[in-house]
């Protein structure tokens, strides 16, 4: 019983880390854009999302109890087997946290799960129908729905406001960015912090805690809220950078028409019990409301890199939390193991990125714009004009330092 009881509370523990790596991971979903536009300063912009995140934490369990109850089978998982799942979850998000790439939290959390179930319990362990229907089709349909509403939003946005002073007009959508960042914030935590929920239910399920089908306690629900606020207030920096910087250049119209677009998916998403990614929810808005203004660049190599995240995540954290729980089956010596190797893995990526700071001191620069692709020349290309505001429309940097820099002295030293 002594044994049983260690490693509960390592899971506990360890899912709390895990709650904690989201956090930061996931800030730039809320934050990125109003961060980008200067709505609002770096460190009041996390602050605000950490509280919000909290409160967010308390109105809903639907979530919690898709992965506590419908993921995989409660008799076939022991304490160990989620530990392993969390195992392949944290490495997961700190390896793409450090290339500052927004991959999903929820789905490496989902992918070690699964890895683990089935290294444990074998493929039958797994319920493939809440799978495909509440992980895998959200997964694919939340970027694209999000990205279709937040152009339209984007046209739409423009349209109405051809008329308005510039000035009051960009003041009105700063404070709607602020608003809807809130909204986004309030969301994220209704959905990420649920699923640390039913996580650390499902071990206490497993483990004899809680009866079957048991909600989360309260307990359970406070620590989840607290450890992802925690981390949101760290700031995921790198990912703000790329969110925000990396994928578009926004204007404040685009910021709110995205953000908004995001925050509606995924807040009725989380009131059915679909445990939906809120970084592709989040990117694919951003990148609608890019293709929606006349003139913006969508950065698809940056893009790329994101969608192979994507799609690596599942797998990825699968085939590590199946790795993980192969040696804690040896015993408490392969636990053991298995957590040293998360503290030594976990310290060596946080020593990694000390080579290369990335804070709210230079969170928005960023290197040379990339050339408008193919995709975006087409997109540009059919869109209407923004309706009345040219000096709003941004240049692309690259055609004026063409122009500009012609001497041999000047292109030499670029």
Do not use: C
């Not at 893009?303 to 040896?330: I, K, S």
């Not at 540009?380 to 012609?406: D, M």
């Amino acid at each position: 019983m002594e044994s049983f009881s260690l490693i509960l509370a390592i899971v506990v523990v360890t899912a709390l880390a895990f709650d904690f790596t989201n956090g930061f991971h996931d800030t730039a979903n809320a934050m990125a854009t109003t961060i980008s536009t200067g709505a609002m300063k770096p460190k009041v912009a996390v602050a605000m999302s950490a509280v919000l995140n909290l409160v967010g934490a308390f109105l809903s369990v639907e979530v919690a109890n898709t992965i506590s109850k419908g993921l995989v089978d409660e008799a076939g998982i022991r304490p160990e087997v989620i530990f392993a799942a969390l195992v392949g979850a944290i490495l997961w998000n700190l390896l793409t946290w450090l290339v500052g790439l927004p991959s999903s939290s929820s789905h490496a959390l989902m992918g070690g799960l699964i890895g683990a179930t089935i290294a444990s319990a074998g493929v039958g362990a797994v319920h493939g129908d809440v799978l495909v229907t509440k992980v895998l089709i959200p997964a694919i349909a939340a970027p694209l729905v999000a990205g279709l509403a937040a152009m339209l939003a984007t046209r739409l946005t423009y349209s109405l406001g051809k008329k308005a002073d510039g000035k009051a007009s960009r003041k009105g959508y700063r404070a709607g960015q602020i608003a809807s960042a809130g909204l986004v914030s309030l969301a994220h935590g209704t959905n990420d912090a649920q699923k640390t929920m039913g996580i650390i239910t499902l071990a206490l399920i497993a483990g004899g805690t809680l009866a079957p089908d048991s909600d989360p306690p309260m307990w359970v629900i406070l620590s989840a809220g607290v450890a992802i606020a925690l981390g949101t207030y760290l700031g995921g920096w790198r990912i703000i950078r790329t969110m925000g910087k990396g994928l578009t250049d926004l204007q404040p119209q685009q910021g709110f028409a995205a953000q908004t677009s995001a925050a509606t998916v995924i807040l009725a998403s989380s009131h059915i019990g679909f445990s939906l990614s809120t970084t592709h929810s989040v990117s694919g808005a951003v990148m609608g409301a890019g293709l929606g203004r006349k003139g913006g660049v969508v950065r698809w190599s940056t893009a790329t890199r994101m969608f192979v995240a994507w799609g690596l995540t599942l797998p990825a954290a699968a085939l590590v939390g199946a790795l993980a729980e192969y040696v804690t089956g040896f015993g408490a010596w392969g636990t053991a193991v298995v957590a040293v190797f998360l503290i030594a893995s976990s310290a060596a990526i946080w020593k990694l990125s000390r080579r290369e700071i990335v804070d709210h001191t230079n969170v928005n620069d960023t290197d040379e714009a990339e050339p408008a692709g193919v995709v975006t020349t087409a997109m540009a290309a059919v869109t209407p004009p923004p309706a009345g505001t040219p000096a709003e429309e941004p240049v692309p940097s690259f055609p004026a330092q063409a122009t500009v820099e012609r001497t041999p002295t000047t292109t030499t030293t670029v």
